[in-house]
């Protein structure tokens, strides 16, 4: 039997395209796989996936406004019946996992250093809209329960208070860059053997590349020059600004 192959091999032999590799995303693969912060990323991930899903589930309270479950691209006619006590249900629950979603992008801006991330303002304005307008049609509806209607609310404030946060209190910089720096200093401070296996997993990743791309010889043989941790440095926006960073700068 051989060798089970690491996440970021994997990555690149089934990537489409290597003309654009994530170098940051591959790095923290194989840090995942290869050190003792296996369990803070695989946390942190989940976070990131149950923030999205509580987020994208308010969307989904203008589903149960009316007597049909509205299905994008049917006819009115062959819409699914939402019945009154299913509507019950749905619309608390919507409305209570935005509300969570909002206080979890607060408390990532708030640990990632207060940077600015306009996907966190979009969410936020979304909530506003689709609560705002469950608010108006609520005052028109006698459907709607008052635990309901007083959760609007509330979504609708904390909404409004991630938002002027995410304008007023941000500092300036690159969110996606500092996250990388986090990981890198993460990785640094790690036992030598584990960055040796990071760096061992590196190699295999950049012949596997190689193997499928020899035009890249030029891109990964400074790529291999950085140091473990700073393997983002390679990724192409960061070059396109800053250059190919030197011993020094790394």
Request: net charge positive.
């Amino acid at each position: 039997m051989g060798t089970e192959r690491s996440s970021a091999v994997k990555y690149v032999s089934g990537s489409g395209s290597l003309g654009d590799l994530p170098y940051g995303r591959l790095e923290r693969l194989m840090a995942k796989d290869h050190s003792d912060l296996k369990g803070e990323l695989t946390r942190e991930g989940i976070w990131n996936m149950v923030t999205l899903i509580c987020c994208a589930a308010v969307i989904g309270v203008v589903q149960t406004w009316g007597p049909m479950m509205i299905t994008p691209g049917r006819a009115p006619s062959d819409n699914v019946p939402m019945n009154s006590g299913l509507s019950e249900v749905l619309m608390p629950l919507s409305l209570l996992l935005g509300g969570i979603g909002l206080l979890m992008i607060g408390v990532t801006w708030w640990k990632q250093g207060r940077l600015r991330r306009y996907e966190f303002a979009v969410a936020a304005l979304v909530s506003i809209v689709c609560c705002g307008a469950t608010a108006r049609w609520a005052r028109m509806s006698d459907d709607v329960s008052p635990f309901a209607f007083v959760v609007t609310w509330i979504d609708i404030a904390l909404a409004g208070i991630v938002l002027v946060l995410l304008v007023f209190a941000s500092r300036r910089g690159n969110a996606r860059v500092a996250g990388f720096e986090q990981l890198g200093e993460k990785i640094r401070a790690l036992p030598e053997v584990q960055q040796e296996a990071i760096l061992a997993s590196r190699d295999e990743v950049f012949a596997c590349v190689l193997n499928r791309d020899p035009g890249m010889r030029g891109e990964i043989e400074q790529a291999r020059r950085l140091p473990v941790g700073d393997l983002s440095k390679a990724e192409r926006f960061y070059v396109k600004k800053h250059g190919w960073p030197t011993a020094r700068d790394s």
